[in-house]
Nanobody, 116 residues
Framework: QVQVVESGGGLVQPGGSLTLSCAAS?????????VGWYRQAPGKQREFVAT???????NYTDSVNGRFTISRDNVKNIVSLQMNNLKPEDTAVYYC?????????WGQGTQVTVSP
């Protein structure tokens, strides 16, 4: 059974950093066509944050470009999202997904709160 599970969320002050992890089970994370992150803030639609493709290419939404870095560790079988210089508007539930054969496998989400 293919699953992805997020971890690493929490409360951080503006300007701080957090690293989210997305652990895959039932599959090697390197076998996904793409692994990435979406987020959903209260009262807003879920929005794309970042993704890393099979070949290592990455893509970011403009609002996080230069602050967030997505990477894949094939030994640990995880994908990480390093988030630096966090802003209050980054507050959201962050969801990891793994995409394979046109299907997305979603995690349950992890809360990130950026507040003084």
């Amino acid at each position: 059974q293919v699953q992805v599970v997020e971890s690493g969320g929490g409360l951080v002050q503006p300007g701080g950093s957090l690293t989210l992890s997305c652990a895959a089970s039932g599959i090697l994370v390197s076998r996904f066509y793409a692994v990435g992150w979406y987020r959903q803030a209260p009262g807003k639609q879920r929005e794309f944050v970042a993704t890393i493709y099979f070949g290592g290419t990455t893509n970011y939404t403009d609002s996080v470009n230069g602050r967030f870095t997505i990477s894949r560790d094939n030994v640990k079988n995880i994908v990480s999202l390093q988030m630096n210089n966090l802003k209050p508007e980054d507050t959201a539930v962050y969801y990891c997904y793994g995409e394979m054969a046109i299907r997305k496998y979603w995690g349950q989400g992890t809360q990130v709160t950026v507040s003084p």
